[in-house]
C-alpha cells in the first residue's frame, strides 16, 4: 500500500513529524514498512514553458520548430519531434546547460541546420514511472494542465511533483489499512492527532434514481450489499492536476475523470467502485446471479472469458455487464459520448471473488481488495463520496436517492477483555483506564465494568474477534520499543526431544561413515513408483494428490524415498561423478493408512544410495549393521528377499528385530538402473526411522575389560547355494552354550571344487571363559555340538581351512 505523505497530511495532520520518525512510530505499532522514498526526485532546473508558435521543419517531415516562452525577454526555439504539442501547450522544459534526473547534459545543439536551445520534456524523462503516466500524455510531451502557474516558473515547485511516500505491507488479515483513511486512523493513534474524516455532502440532486435502475441480489451469500447511484449530464475529460498527483503518487494511472474519481474514492475508503455506462444496461435492470456454466464474458481488457456456475456475475435484463468484484465487461464501458453512468459500490463475498479470480487468471485491484475482504457498511459512503467528487469537478449531475439492497446488515463482533489477562500476557502494568484510551483511540466502543471491558470494534476490523486479537491492540499501540525486556523467572534448559536426538544420530553417524546428506522434494511424479517397478496393488501407488499442482512432476506426495535418491544418483553421474554415497532423512505420506483424523499417514524413512568403486552389497550391509549398532539395536536378522522387482533377486536382504520390519536393501535391479541411465551396479537401503526409534537403546553398559584369553576355531561348511548365513548364526549361537562369546561369518565361496548347487562359508567362533583360561578340552564339548546341530540340521559338512 503506497501512502503519499501529503495526501495523508488531509485526514491527519503530521506536518510536523520527519519522514524518519513517521516510519519509526510505525513500525514500533506494528506496521511494516518496505521501503520509504520520494516520487520524481532531483527534478532541478526544468521549468514552465509555453509554446507561442509551432511550425514544420524546413529539412524534416518529422521535427517542428517551436518557439517557447519561458520566462526571458525573448522566446526560446526548440526544435522537437514530438506531435502532441500545439500552439499555448504549457509543457516542462529544460534549457541548455540543464541536467535530466538520470544525469543526461543538455546542450544546444543543430538538428537539421536549424538551431535548438533546450529540449521539451516527457513525463517518462522526468523520473515518471511509465505505469503512472496519465493516459492523455502517455505517448508524447508531457502537456500540462493550467493551474495558473506562469512561464519560467520552476516545474517542481509549481507542480509539487516531488513527494514523500512510503510503502507499507499490509498483512492478510488487515485489508482494513488497504486505504488512506485506514492508514490515516493508524496514524492518529499512534501520535495521538485527530482523524478528519471527508465531508460528505452532495449540494444539488435531481430527478429520481429509481427513475433510472432497479437492483435485485439473487445470491445473498455472495453479494452482501449492493448500492447504485447515478450521474447524468457526465463530461468525460482529463481529472485535475490535484487528483492526478495523488493517484499517481499512490502507483495508480490517471485516465479520465470519472474513472479517476471511482480509483480515487477506492484508495481513499478501501472500497472498490465501477462506473457503467447506464445506455448500456438494458432494461434498467441491475440482476446480480451467478453466470451460467459455459458461458462467455468480454471483459474490460478485451478478452473472452468462459465462467462457470460459480461465477458471480452483473447483469441487466439481457446480459452481464460485469465480472463482481474483479471487472467490468467491454459491453457497458464508459466512453468519450458516456452521458449517464450507474456508480456500483458492492461487498462481494471474498471466497467466491478469489475462487472466480483463480479460474480465471485475472488479479486486479478491486479483486485484491474483496478478496481479503471489504467493509459492506461503507458502500453507501463510498458511493455518495464518489458522487460529491463528481459534482466538485463539474463531471455531473448527481440524480437524488440510492438504490441499497441490503438483505442482512453486518454487526461488528463484541468481546469481553480482561484487563488483568493482557497485562499478564504482555508483562506490563496498565491500568483499565489506560487500555480503554489506547482502544478508543483506535475507533473502539469500550465500555469498562472494573477489570472487564466490553469492546465493539468498527466493521472494518475483520481480525479483531477473540481477547487475544485485543491484547495484541494494546501491545503495538503501547509501543513495542516500550515493553520492558525482562529474563525468564525460571531456569530454562533446552533439550532436544527423544525424535529429534535419534535423528540427529541417525545423521551423524552416516556422514561419520562418508555419506553426504541430500534433501528431495515431498511432491513427485506418479511415474516415479513405476521406474522402480512397484506392484499395481501396492499401498505404495495409492497417492496424497496435490489439488493444484505446479505440474506432473510435482502433482503427489512421495510414498517411497527411492526414485528421489535414484534421481539424485542419476543427476550425479551424468555431470561425471564418479562415485556417490548419499542419504536422506524424510517423509513420506501413506494414503492408505489413515489417522484417527481420517488423514494421511505422515512417517520418515532413512534412505541410503550408493555407486561407484568400493560400493557393493555388503558395504551397504556394512552401512546398515554399523547404523543400527549406532542406535544400540542388535541381534537384527537378515532374511534373503527375491519377490521385490525394485532390487536385484539374488542381492537384496530384509532386516528385522523382534519380528519387525525395519527395511530393505540391495542391489538395484538392472531394469531400474536403466530407467536411470545409471552405472551398471547401484546399490539403495530404505529403512523405517519411526521402528529405529522405537527399537533405539541408547543406553550403554560398560563390562570390564576380560582377565582371560579367548581361543579361537574357524569352520568351513559346505551348504546348500541357497541357505542364508542368518539361519547357520542361529543354530551356532543356540548349540554353543555360554562359553561361545561371538561367531560371525568372514567368507563365501563358490566354483571348483564345490560340486554344484552348493556353497562354502566360513565363520570365525570365539569360545571365552570370564573366570578362568580355557583349554582345549573345555571348548571340545560346545564345539561338537555346534557341528552336529549344523549337520542334523543343514545338513552342513565341515571343509578342511
Known amino acids: 500500500m503506497l501512502v503519499p505523505i501529503r495526501w495523508l497530511n488531509e485526514y491527519v495532520d503530521l506536518k510536523d513529524v520527519s519522514l524518519q520518525e513517521y516510519c519509526d512510530k510505525m513500525i514500533m505499532s506494528g506496521s511494516n514498512i518496505e521501503e520509504a522514498f520520494k516520487v520524481m526526485p532531483g527534478i532541478e532546473g526544468i521549468v514552465l514553458g509555453r509554446v507561442l508558435s509551432i511550425k514544420k521543419h524546413p529539412d524534416a517531415d518529422k521535427l517542428f520548430i517551436c518557439q517557447v516562452h519561458v520566462g526571458m525577454d525573448k522566446p526560446v526555439q526548440i526544435v522537437t519531434g514530438a506531435t502532441n504539442v500545439t500552439e499555448g501547450s504549457l509543457l516542462p522544459v529544460i534549457l541548455d546547460g540543464g541536467v ?177 455506462d447506464i445506455k448500456m444496461v438494458e432494461g434498467g435492470k441491475i440482476i446480480v446471479d451467478t453466470a451460467k456454466d459455459g458461458q462467455k464474458f468480454v471483459t474490460l481488457d478485451g478478452t473472452e472469458r468462459t465462467l462457470d456456475a460459480d461465477s458471480l456475475l452483473i447483469n441487466d435484463a439481457v446480459k452481464g455487464v460485469a465480472l463482481a468484484g474483479i471487472m467490468g465487461g467491454l459491453n457497458s464501458e464508459i466512453e ?23 479460474k480465471l487468471g485475472l488479479r486486479t485491484e478491486a479483486s485484491s481488495r474483496f478478496e481479503k475482504g471489504v467493509d459492506g457498511n461503507l458502500c453507501r459512503t463510498a458511493a455518495d463520496r464518489v458522487c460529491q467528487l463528481v459534482e466538485q469537478l463539474g463531471a455531473g449531475t448527481v440524480v437524488a436517492g440510492a438504490v441499497d439492497v441490503y438483505p442482512e446488515e453486518i454487526k461488528p463482533v463484541t468481546t469481553k477483555v480482561r484487563t488483568k489477562r493482557v497485562n499478564d500476557l504482555l508483562g506490563i502494568d496498565l491500568t483499565t483506564a489506560e487500555m480503554k484510551d489506547i482502544l478508543e483511540s483506535l475507533e473502539i466502543k469500550v465500555e469498562a465494568d472494573g477489570d472487564v471491558m466490553t469492546c465493539t470494534p468498527s466493521t472494518v476490523r475483520f481480525d479483531l474477534l477473540e481477547e487475544i486479537d485485543y491484547v495484541e491492540e494494546v501491545a ?173 533377486p539374488g542381492r537384496c536382504a530384509a532386516v528385522y528385530k523382534g519380528g519387525e520390519l525395519i527395511g530393505e536393501f540391495g542391489e538395484m535391479n538392472a531394469a531400474v538402473v536403466d530407467q ?92 571365552r571363559d570370564p573366570a578362568k583360561t580355557l583349554t582345549d578340552e573345555e571348548i571340545a564339548g560346545p564345539h561338537e555340538a555346534i557341528l552336529k546341530a549344523l549337520q542334523e540340521k543343514f545338513n552342513a559338512k565341515l571343509r578342511e581351512m
Open 336 to 358: 468519450d459520448d458516456t452521458e449517464t453512468i450507474l456508480i456500483e459500490a458492492a461487498c462481494f463475498d471474498p471466497d467466491g471473488t478469489r475462487r472466480t479470480s483463480k
Open 100 to 276: 535530466l534526473p538520470d544525469g543526461r547534459k543538455i546542450t544546444k545543439g543543430e538538428l537539421r541546420g536549424v538551431e535548438s536551445f533546450g529540449m521539451l520534456c516527457s513525463a517518462g524523462e522526468l523520473g515518471c514511472e511509465d505505469k503512472v503516466v496519465p493516459v492523455a500524455v502517455k505517448d508524447g510531451i508531457w502537456i500540462l494542465q493550467d493551474i495558473g502557474a506562469n512561464a519560467g516558473q520552476d516545474f517542481a515547485k509549481a507542480y509539487e511533483v516531488e513527494e514523500d511516500v512510503v510503502d507499507f505491507e499490509i498483512t492478510p488479515n488487515r485489508p482494513d489499512c488497504l486505504c488512506m483513511l485506514g492508514m490515516a486512523r493508524e496514524a492518529s493513534a499512534v501520535f495521538g492527532r485527530e482523524l478528519q474524516y471527508p465531508d460528505v455532502k452532495i449540494e444539488n440532486e435531481v430527478d429520481d434514481v429509481k427513475n433510472y435502475i432497479d437492483v435485485e441480489i439473487k445470491r445473498p451469500d455472495l453479494c452482501k450489499r449492493y448500492v447504485a447511484r447515478v450521474v447524468k449530464d457526465v463530461k468525460v475529460e482529463q481529472s485535475p492536476w490535484w487528483m492526478q498527483k495523488r493517484l499517481m503518487a499512490a502507483g495508480v494511472r490517471p485516465i479520465n475523470n470519472i474513472v479517476d474519481i471511482t480509483n480515487y474514492v477506492m484508495l481513499e475508503y478501501g472500497t472498490p467502485l465501477h462506473a457503467f
Open 476 to 648: 503495538r499501540m503501547f509501543g513495542y520499543d516500550n515493553h520492558p525486556s525482562t529474563l525468564p523467572k525460571d531456569l530454562q534448559i533446552a533439550k532436544k526431544n527423544p525424535d529429534r536426538e535419534i535423528e540427529d544420530l541417525v545423521k551423524e553417524k552416516l556422514m561419520g561413515m562418508g555419506l553426504d546428506e541430500i534433501q528431495t522434494y515431498s511432491f513427485v511424479s506418479p511415474s516415479g513408483v513405476d521406474k522402480i517397478f512397484i506392484p499395481e496393488d501396492s499401498y505404495k501407488r495409492d497417492f496424497v494428490k496435490i489439488i493444484n499442482p505446479l505440474g506432473e512432476d510435482t502433482s503427489v506426495m512421495r510414498t517411497t524415498l527411492i526414485p528421489n535418491m535414484l534421481d539424485v544418483l542419476e543427476r550425479n553421474n551424468a555431470r561425471f561423478i564418479d562415485k556417490v554415497e548419499a542419504f536422506e532423512l524424510g517423509r513420506i505420506f501413506l494414503n492408505a493408512f489413515k489417522t484417527d483424523e481420517g488423514l494421511p499417514t505422515e512417517k520418515k524413512n532413512v534412505c541410503i544410495g550408493m555407486y561407484g568403486e568400493g560400493t557393493d552389497f555388503y558395504a551397504l550391509k556394512g552401512v546398515v549393521e554399523s547404523l543400527l549398532k549406532e542406535l544400540g539395536i542388535g541381534e537384527a536378522e537378515y532374511k534373503a528377499v527375491r519377490d521385490n522387482k525394485t532390487f536385484h
Open 676 to 767: 536411470y541411465n545409471l552405472p551398471e551396479r547401484v546399490y539403495v537401503a530404505e529403512l523405517d526411522f519411526e521402528k529405529l526409534f522405537e527399537l533405539s537403546d541408547l543406553e550403554i553398559l560398560y563390562k570390564p575389560i576380560p582377565k582371560y584369553p579367548a581361543i579361537e576355531r574357524d569352520i568351513a561348511l559346505l551348504v546348500k547355494a541357497d541357505l542364508e548365513s542368518g539361519e547357520i548364526l542361529k543354530v551356532i549361537k543356540a548349540s554353543g552354550g555360554k562359553l561361545l562369546e561371538n561367531a560371525e561369518l568372514f567368507d563365501v565361496y563358490r566354483g571348483a571344487p564345490i560340486p554344484p548347487g552348493m556353497k562354502s562359508m566360513a565363520y570365525a567362533l570365539r569360545y
